[in-house]
């Protein structure tokens, strides 16, 4: 409907405004800045064209940080995508303490993840942690898992599927809801008993537009992962765990050098453009359901 | 469908209760320690119960040692007020995009779709300087402002307010209410179950957020509950565990607490970040 357009410009302008001013512009400032040489405080700048990506293209730490992100990004999302798929069937099969499990899956996803890393860093520690403690018990090596170059992203990922499967839990069990009954009745009307046939056959063909939604969900969150490296591993040992958001926050602000950090922000945001693209796609796709 | 059988059954628990034990570990094992005293934290036996409690003074020193309570509070107050800043400024635009006509709205409204993708990192350098430059780093408003406008708010109540019956509207101008007052005395009414779902949403989010307060904020008396526990870290001595994990249960237990009285809701908003992203 039409009303006088000064009444729709009075609804519209604050939000219109405030998104130029802190989101779009922000973004196109950033994507001019990552042209210059600028260092947070200099008083002048100076346009270098693509120096700075060319700079991207042969840092070595860049290049691992990329490297780290995207095998964190992988192995959470995979991790996640595991247990909470296994989790959502196992949890639906039947209907003893459903609201429990739901409830013990979900809490890392509703607790605050920073002071969670403080926990983890006490359970991964290598003389009081209990991890350690635990695997001595059982006559296992113990192992350093912040500190050990080999080991320490994948403690990291450890803890980023901890926190990231509930989230997939509740969305693979509103997948699964989703299924009407009739094509399960179906299913066993045409001899589908067997539980794994089930989930072959029926429920794991109906779920993949789900699983690729969740998909995308898990990987723009890892793709984000900040917090537990910042404040576990500082990216360290030598870089082991340095991955984009870190490198991006110590160039831009521990060293300043704020258009090189505009480069690197640029590669993270086309990152997650193309995650959110991939993710409008999946869910046009699960309409057709 | 046939009822499982009862070896299914069992080890559906088996396995469920197996997982259910690991994810809550840091739970349990963060609670039971900040009730244990120093020397038994670090024995070389593992134990579960403290043999001695030393709840009094591990929570005693969490709260003395940093303003704990004063990160909770900052907590609260910047919520707060992204919160009332987001509502206010995104339910009148979501209202026009849902119910009325206007020119370039097409436009406005993938400027609105585009703003959805864009990160909150992805805007930190140049508002850090616009921040620095209008001297507003280091102050709560540092941690409000740039949060003021939430693209997934009007996309959200955008979709909420389509299901609006027209009539509802109509009658709202017939009694000649302004557009400004339709927004807050019809449409907010109908909207109260999305509210909440976003509100939920944005708070948990910028609850636990740190990388924002970490750029911005420098003064231990404005921190959020996050940046106060790695105050809080650093400071006590990254090794004195009972008094840490006093802090932590007192930053997590709000949200925790929430999440288990409103269990659906929370999960009902938490997971719009799917939408998000």
């Known amino acids: 409907m039409r009303v006088n ?159 990231m499967s509930g989230l997939a839990l509740v969305l693979f069990l509103a ?114 359901y | 469908m046939k009822r499982p059988s009862n070896l299914f059954r069992s080890l559906r628990h088996l396995v469920l209760m197996a997982g259910a034990v690991i994810f809550l570990m840091p739970f349990i094992w963060m609670v039971l320690t900040s009730l244990k005293p120093a020397d038994e934290i670090f024995s070389r036996e593992l134990s ?18 940093v303003p704990l309570l004063r990160y909770l509070w900052n907590g609260v107050v910047v919520c707060a007020a992204i919160l009332v800043l987001q509502i206010l400024v995104a339910l009148p635009a979501a209202y026009a995009f849902a119910k009325l006509e206007f020119r370039g709205k097409t436009w406005a409204w993938r400027l609105v779709l585009l703003a959805l993708m864009i990160p909150h990192q992805a805007t930190a350098i140049p508002i850090y300087v616009m921040l620095h430059r209008l001297g507003m780093l280091n102050t709560l408003s540092a941690l409000i402002v740039p949060f003021s406008i939430s693209a997934f708010g009007i996309f ?19 009694d000649g209410m302004s557009e400004l007052e339709l927004v807050w005395r019809v449409m907010l009414p109908t909207a109260i179950p999305a509210l909440f779902a976003f509100s939920i949403f944005s708070v948990v989010w910028h609850w636990n957020d740190y990388f924002w307060p970490l750029l911005v904020i420098s003064s231990p008396e404005l921190a959020t509950p996050p ?21 932590t249960v007192l930053i997590t237990a709000p949200l925790v607490l929430f999440f288990i009285a409103a269990q659906k809701r929370f999960i009902e908003g938490v997971t719009l970040t799917g939408v998000k992203g």
């Not at chain 1, 609201?99 to 403080?118: H, K, L, N, Q």
């Not at chain 1, 983890?120 to 170059?149: C, I, K, R, T, Y």
């Not at chain 1, 009745?185 to 969740?214: K, N």
């Open chain 1, 5 to 163: 357009p000064f009444h729709t410009a009075l609804l519209l302008t604050p939000a219109t405004v405030l998104i130029l001013v802190l989101l779009v512009v922000p973004v196109a400032i950033v994507a001019a800045m990552s042209f210059t040489d600028w260092q947070f405080g200099a008083a002048t700048l100076d346009w270098v064209g693509l120096k700075n990506y060319r700079e991207l293209w042969t840092d070595t730490v860049f290049r691992k940080s990329l490297a780290n992100t995207l095998l964190y990004l992988v192995v959470v999302t995979l991790g996640s995508i595991v247990i909470g798929l296994g989790a959502a069937l196992l949890i639906e099969s039947d209907t003893q303490l459903r609201g429990f499990y739901r409830t013990a899956f979900f809490m890392p996803v509703a607790s605050t993840m920073i002071a969670m890393a403080v926990v983890w860093q006490f359970l991964l520690h290598p003389n009081a942690g209990l991890v350690n403690q635990m695997l001595e018990l059982v006559g296992l090596e113990p192992h350093n898992w912040l500190n050990d170059s080999q080991l320490a992203l994948y403690s990291l990922a450890a803890i980023g599927i901890w926190q």
């Open chain 1, 175 to 288: 997948g699964l809801k989703s299924i009407p009954q009739d094509i399960r009745d179906a299913g066993a009307l045409d001899g589908i008993e067997h539980p794994l046939d089930r989930f072959r056959r029926i429920t794991w063909p109906l779920l993949g537009p789900t699983t690729l939604f969740v998909v995308t969900v898990c990987a723009i969150r890892a793709l984000q992962v900040f917090d537990t490296v910042h404040v576990l591993t500082k990216g360290g040992p030598n870089k082991a765990t340095e991955v984009l958001l870190h490198t991006i926050y110590s160039e831009g602000f521990s060293f300043f050098r704020m258009g090189y950090a505009s480069a690197m922000t640029v590669v993270f945001i086309a990152g997650i453009f193309f995650l959110t693209q991939l993710q409008h796609a999946t869910m046009e796709r699960k309409t057709h």
């Open chain 2, 48 to 65: 579960l119960l403290p043999t001695r409690l030393a709840l009094v003074e591990n929570y005693t020193l969490a709260l003395t040692k």
């Open chain 2, 156 to 174: 959200l109540m955008r979709q909420f307010f389509r299901t609006v019956p027209d009539d509802l509207v109509h009658a709202a101008r017939l």
């Open chain 2, 227 to 247: 940046l106060g526990t790695i105050f809080f870290r650093n400071e006590e001595a990254g090794t004195n565990f009972g008094p840490l994990m006093a802090g």
